[in-house]
Nanobody, 125 residues
Framework: QVQLVESGGALVQAGGSLRLSCAASGRTFSRYVMAWFRQAPGKEREFVAAIRWSGGNTYYADSVKGRFTISRDSAKNTVYLQMTSLKPEDTAVYYC??????????????????WGQGTQVTVSS
């Protein structure tokens, strides 16, 4: 059973930084793509960033490119999202997700098989 547990969400001022973590367990993730999504109040869940576990290739939404960095630590089975230059519009619940298909990067919610519970990020102006 795949389990994804996010942590690191907090209240931060605009312009600040934050690092989210996603601890993954239950499988060998070498063929997986891991991703971060976010959902703001009243809005649909949207793609933020993805990383291919094997090789470390990354893919970003235009809205976060240059500000956010996704990475993984294979020894710890953990995926990170380093967020810098945070803006109030980054306020959302951030979710970790896993795609077991082994296909190319995908950014749609229904392409991902497993989800964490989410962690709240609030950016004050």
């Amino acid at each position: 059973q795949v389990q994804l547990v996010e942590s690191g969400g907090a209240l931060v001022q605009a312009g600040g930084s934050l690092r989210l973590s996603c601890a993954a367990s239950g499988r060998t993730f070498s063929r997986y793509v891991m991703a971060w999504f976010r959902q703001a109040p009243g809005k649909e869940r949207e793609f933020v960033a993805a990383i291919r576990w094997s090789g470390g290739n990354t893919y970003y939404a235009d809205s976060v490119k240059g500000r956010f960095t996704i990475s993984r630590d294979s020894a710890k089975n953990t995926v990170y999202l380093q967020m810098t230059s945070l803006k109030p519009e980054d306020t959302a619940v951030y979710y970790c997700a896993a795609d077991s298909s082994g296909s190319a990067f995908r950014s749609r919610v229904y392409d991902y098989d497993y989800w964490g519970q989410g962690t709240q990020v609030t950016v004050s102006s």
